[in-house]
């Protein structure tokens, strides 16, 4: 029995949500689908069984139901999903906040640069390095996903891979600033300068503290 409850939005349900919009389907042509159209670039698709985990949470939810199945000869059975009116109406108000939240993303990236201190220099710039690399390949093979595209292919089909492009440019030419400041010495530091700094700011913390008694 479907519960009240509305799951916690996430980005491949609200993505699989709107490929049934379509009409009902099954997941194998649901995965081809999104992998026409580049979705396993937007959200995680490494397997089918993550998009049968969400399919099942948002039919626990009332959000997509069995609309019957498809049988073609020499193949298994396959179950047909299709949206719920709710389903529907749900897929809007994510969609909706999704646009405008920006307070829910904690990337693991800015939690490892708050304590980037917590390597050498020399060692964090080579792992800085190597995140340039990869974000290096992925703005190459963005650019080419784009200039890829047909030519009469509206851009507001393309705006993921634009906005994704922007981003990695953007982190691109920061990174290698902070990769330049680290190689020529302009941002550095020791574990002797870290325990000074520490031990500074544990005591103005203390004297604070007992001025507030």
Do not use: C
Request: no cysteine; charged share 30%.
């Amino acid at each position: 029995m479907p519960t009240t409850k509305n799951p916690s939005r996430s980005p491949l349900g609200l993505i699989v949500l709107w490929q049934l919009f379509q009409g009902p389907m099954h997941v194998y042509r649901m995965q081809k689908m999104f992998e026409a159209q580049g979705k396993d670039r937007v959200v995680n698709l490494r397997s089918r069984a993550s998009l049968y985990q969400t399919l099942e949470r948002l039919e626990r939810h009332g959000l997509v139901e069995v609309a019957g199945t498809e049988r073609t000869e020499g193949y298994p059975d396959r179950v047909l999903y299709a949206i719920t009116d709710a389903g529907r109406e749900v897929a809007r108000e994510w969609l909706r906040e999704m646009l405008h939240t920006t307070d829910a993303e904690y990337p693991e990236f800015i939690a490892a640069l708050s304590i980037l201190f917590g390597l050498p220099p020399d060692e964090a710039r080579t792992e800085l390095e190597l995140r340039a690399e990869r974000l290096q390949a992925a703005l190459d093979a963005t650019e080419q996903s784009m200039a890829g595209a047909p030519p009469e292919l509206p851009r507001l089909f393309l705006l993921e891979e634009d906005y994704r492009k922007t981003l990695l440019e953007a982190e691109l030419s920061w990174l290698r600033g902070v990769i330049d400041d680290l190689r020529e010495g302009r941002l550095t530091w020791s574990e002797e300068w870290l325990l000074e700094l520490f031990g500074r700011f544990l005591a103005n913390d203390e004297q604070r503290n007992q001025e507030d008694r």
